[in-house]
């Protein structure tokens, strides 16, 4: 969807090939059912040189569409001949144009994604999608619960969300440990999409804490500011009803909350 403003609201942007041949305009809320025919979204990230906005989807595999909008087109389903099952973030190098993404498993689809931290399922991976010659590659395989990308501002590496372990991994894209991966920090809470921030650092949305108890002040952690250094510096709280999948901030000092519970999406003013 596209927010024109307050007077024109929102209107629709982009939708799988597969929106239109499944008759998905009808369909009324997603049910896991629709989802896998109609798509899920998880990850958009605009390449800001072409005006593409890269998709992830969970069902559709990774996606483009031009900066008019419409029928997006399928990029990617499958890498090193293993099938797309959850794909989730997405992240682009914008000086090279190479677009880094997540496979959350190998073996459960999103509408199991509880599966997927119960048992402690590694089957996820980190790839590079290169849009001059099309070509995927997997850049590590075996990770617990893929979930968000950010590329580093620097360009060096890229920090990806481990949503069950609570954690967020760092792998090096350029220098002197590239190929390689290690831990970045540890969490409070179960992370979905990571996104950079405006002082060189990241924000995390937290979908729910590590520790999370059903009772008490409705209040819980719902993002985190990480430093470049993986260090954490500043805590976003909110009701309980606010579980937000993604905290994007902007220069004018807002930040944007998405979330997939409530009906639309937050705004509020940064420190």
Same mark, same amino acid.
């Given at each position: 969807m596209?927010w024109?403003?307050?007077?024109?609201?929102?209107?629709?942007y982009?939708?799988? &090939?597969?929106?239109?041949?499944?008759k998905c305009? =009808?369909?009324?809320?997603p049910t896991?059912?629709t989802?896998?025919k109609?798509g899920?979204?998880?990850?958009l990230?605009?390449?800001?040189?072409t005006?593409? $906005?890269?998709?992830?989807? =969970?069902?559709?595999?990774?996606?483009r569409?031009? &900066?008019?909008g419409g029928?997006?087109t399928?990029?990617?389903t499958?890498?090193?001949?293993?099938p797309? *099952?959850f794909?989730?973030?997405v992240? /682009?190098d914008?000086?090279?144009g190479?677009? +880094?993404f997540?496979?959350?498993s190998?073996n459960y689809?999103?509408?199991?994604?509880?599966? !997927?931290?119960?048992?402690?399922?590694?089957?996820?991976?980190l790839m590079?999608?290169?849009? *001059?010659?099309n070509q !995927?590659?997997? $850049?590590q395989s075996? /990770?617990?619960?893929?979930?968000g990308?950010a /590329?580093s501002?620097d360009?060096?590496h890229?920090?990806?969300?481990?949503?069950g372990?609570?954690?967020?991994? *760092?792998?090096w /894209?350029?220098?002197?440990?590239v190929g390689?991966?290690?831990?970045f920090?540890?969490?409070?809470? +179960?992370p979905?999409n990571v996104? &950079?921030?405006v002082?060189?650092g990241?924000?995390?949305a937290?979908? *729910?804490?590590?520790?999370?108890l059903p009772?008490g002040p409705?209040?819980? $952690?719902v993002a985190?500011?990480?430093?470049?250094g993986?260090k954490?510096v500043q805590?976003?709280?909110g009701?309980k009803s606010?579980? &937000?999948t993604?905290?994007?901030?902007r220069?004018?000092?807002k930040?944007?909350m998405?979330?997939?519970?409530?009906?639309?999406?937050?705004? !509020?003013?940064?420190i």
């Amino acid at each position: 969807m596209r927010w024109n403003g307050e007077a024109a609201g929102w209107s629709t942007y982009t939708y799988s &090939p597969s929106y239109t041949n499944n008759k998905c305009a =009808a369909s009324t809320l997603p049910t896991v059912q629709t989802e896998s025919k109609c798509g899920r979204s998880l990850g958009l990230r605009f390449h800001f040189k072409t005006g593409n $906005l890269y998709i992830a989807d =969970a069902y559709m595999g990774l996606m483009r569409v031009g &900066p008019g909008g419409g029928e997006a087109t399928v990029l990617a389903t499958k890498a090193d001949g293993v099938p797309l *099952r959850f794909t989730n973030g997405v992240d /682009i190098d914008q000086v090279t144009g190479d677009v +880094y993404f997540t496979d959350s498993s190998m073996n459960y689809q999103r509408s199991q994604h509880e599966q !997927v931290t119960a048992t402690k399922d590694s089957t996820g991976r980190l790839m590079k999608y290169d849009p *001059r010659t099309n070509q !995927v590659t997997v $850049l590590q395989s075996n /990770i617990t619960y893929p979930n968000g990308v950010a /590329i580093s501002a620097d360009r060096t590496h890229l920090i990806v969300a481990l949503t069950g372990p609570c954690k967020l991994m *760092r792998y090096w /894209i350029r220098g002197p440990k590239v190929g390689k991966s290690e831990p970045f920090v540890d969490l409070p809470g +179960y992370p979905d999409n990571v996104r &950079p921030d405006v002082k060189g650092g990241y924000w995390v949305a937290l979908h *729910r804490e590590k520790y999370e108890l059903p009772f008490g002040p409705d209040n819980h $952690l719902v993002a985190m500011r990480v430093s470049a250094g993986g260090k954490l510096v500043q805590q976003m709280r909110g009701p309980k009803s606010l579980r &937000p999948t993604e905290v994007m901030e902007r220069k004018d000092g807002k930040i944007y909350m998405g979330n997939v519970e409530l009906p639309y999406v937050g705004v !509020v003013k940064s420190i």
